[in-house]
């Protein structure tokens, strides 16, 4: 039976070369081809050690998901992809162009179970975790989309050949609930002879789960965390977002601030504040917040909701936004208005992806 390529780490590929009696170099080879250059039929390659060339298109599938539908945003130009996996599940990734910079904003689960009263995801429940190999293969599919669309890269004024360069685990799922499969995919996409991804450049999402972010900072302890917290009273926020019950944002603040002033003592803890008309959005909600927030290492992002036809939340207006921001601000906290791209293709998590799941093969 074959088995996904892009669940292998380097060492894995290593393994499998020496179990062939290959030499290991070639494992670099491999890995090269499929993430550098977009190769998928790597055993192709000129000088490839007979067997090789043999057992590569027997024992491997190289992309085992497919992108279903790409929808191009007309204000910001990004782009909202369908992925299609193997099952026919459909997951959704972002590809979000900046000035010097282009992120992947990738899913970790088809569905979530965490219940947030706000996300359109959590409609769908938890269909099931992704595996390594796919959270690895929606970069390998927004890379090799770019390579096929060089017009879309000119568009946004980005140099031909730029391939993605940051990566966002905000998409569809609760990245910690799924911690092993996020960190073996962590494995593969900073491997300097693959993807080469700096791990810097890696942001997990969480709602604050404590046991995966004990687990993913024990095997990555300068891993990028961004915290959404939405609201900063801790029984309100249970009612909006029930994983508080278990582990109090307070509890998870403290765990992140001791965690990084011992290993990563320069780093700042994001933290994304989804603000929604009537639910979060007064200034009563802006001064817990940086009471909340006083003297830790933050970065605050207030987002406006993205609203989705049909749905109970309203977006706030402008003018509280900056009222916000400026309350914040002026408590010494650092903090921004980051409006989510994509408004007109719907980028809002599990907006498509909830409207298109496909029927099973
Ligand atoms: S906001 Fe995140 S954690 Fe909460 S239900 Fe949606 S996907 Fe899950």
């Known amino acids: 039976m074959k088995v996904p390529f892009a669940g292998f780490a380097l060492r894995d590929l290593q393994q499998y070369c020496s179990e062939r009696e290959i030499a290991v170099v070639h494992a670099a080879t491999l890995m090269r081809a499929v993430y550098k250059e977009s190769d998928f039929e790597p055993w192709k390659k000129p000088l490839l050690p007979l067997k090789l060339v043999k057992s590569l298109p027997e024992?491997?599938?190289?992309?085992?998901?497919?992108i279903?539908?790409?929808?191009?945003?007309?204000?910001d130009q990004s782009v909202k992809f369908l992925v299609q996996l193997s099952d026919s599940h459909v997951i959704?990734?972002?590809l979000m162009p900046e000035t010097k910079r282009l992120t992947l904003c990738i899913s970790t689960q088809v569905g979530c179970r965490q219940g947030c009263l706000f996300c359109h995801t959590a409609t769908m429940g938890l269909k099931r975790n992704l595996l390594a190999h796919e959270i690895v293969e929606q970069i390998v599919l927004a890379n090799r989309w770019l390579a096929q669309n060089p017009g879309w890269l000119s568009e946004v004024r980005l140099p031909a050949f730029t391939r993605v360069t940051n990566m966002v685990m905000m998409g569809m799922g609760e990245p910690l609930d799924n911690v092993d499969a996020v960190i073996k995919a962590i494995e593969i996409l900073t491997e300097p002879l693959g993807a080469?991804?700096?791990?810097r450049r890696i942001s997990v999402s969480t709602a604050g789960h404590k046991d995966g972010l004990v687990q993913l900072l024990a095997a990555y302890p300068k891993a990028a965390v961004a915290l959404s917290l939405h609201e900063a009273d801790s029984d309100k926020r249970s009612k909006i977002m029930p994983i508080n019950?278990?582990?109090p944002v307070e509890e998870i603040l403290r765990f992140l601030r001791d965690h990084y002033a011992v290993h990563n003592p320069r780093a700042s803890i994001l933290v994304q504040y989804l603000v929604i008309a009537g639910v979060n959005d007064t200034l009563a909600h802006a001064a817990a917040v940086a009471d909340l927030l006083e003297g830790l290492p933050v970065k605050v992002n207030l987002i406006p909701l993205n609203e989705i036809s049909g749905g109970r939340f309203v977006a706030p207006e402008a003018r509280v936004l900056g009222a916000m921001r400026d309350l914040i601000h002026h408590r010494k906290l650092r903090v921004m208005v980051r409006y989510s791209k994509g408004q007109d293709i719907g980028a809002a998590c599990g907006q498509l992806a909830a409207k298109a799941e496909l029927p099973p093969t």
């Open 59 to 66: 024992d491997f599938d190289f992309v085992t998901s497919t």
């Open 92 to 94: 959704e990734m972002v």
């Open 68 to 75: 279903a539908k790409a929808r191009v945003s007309r204000y």
């Open 196 to 199: 080469h991804l700096a791990l």
């Open 245 to 247: 019950k278990k582990w």
